[in-house]
């Protein structure tokens, strides 16, 4: 599996995003895994250029479509061996049935990581730096890393 970034809760926040896009490049990481709750698709648009699957969340309007090189899913997405999705009871039902090795969520906008046997269910924390430090995950070498801003 490649290295990947998990993201959540950008809430359009540009300049978090492009602190964590320029980490994301120093680290060479081609694929980003986002949660849930970009908010614009315009947002989107503009600042995603390396592949990227994106969970819809409570904020996102529900009529984003793909564009080049992003994929959108409404409810949860799946890439190899791991899940992700906005919402914490989505993750633990996908980490419950013990098909994935990772789930990620968002949402809540704190930084979790717990496992659920043998299943590592992790939350990234949030962009925004709403309630919590702006923070984000990187997935390397199937270990996990939280990076905050």
Known sequence: MPNIAIISDTHNNEPNLKKALAIIEKEKIKTIIHCGDVSSFEFLKQNFSLKTYVSLGNTDIDDFQDYKNIK??????????????????????????????????????????????????????????????????ILKNNKLELKIL
């Open 72 to 137: 959108i899913f409404k409810d949860y997405g799946e890439l190899e061996n791991l899940a992700f999705c906005h919402y914490p009871e989505k993750a633990r039902i996908l980490a419950e049935s013990q098909k994935y090795d990772f789930v990620f969520y968002g949402h809540t906008h704190k930084p979790w990581q717990e496992n659920i046997k043998k299943c590592i269910i992790a939350n990234p924390g949030n962009l925004a730096g709403l309630i919590f430090r702006p923070s984000f995950a």
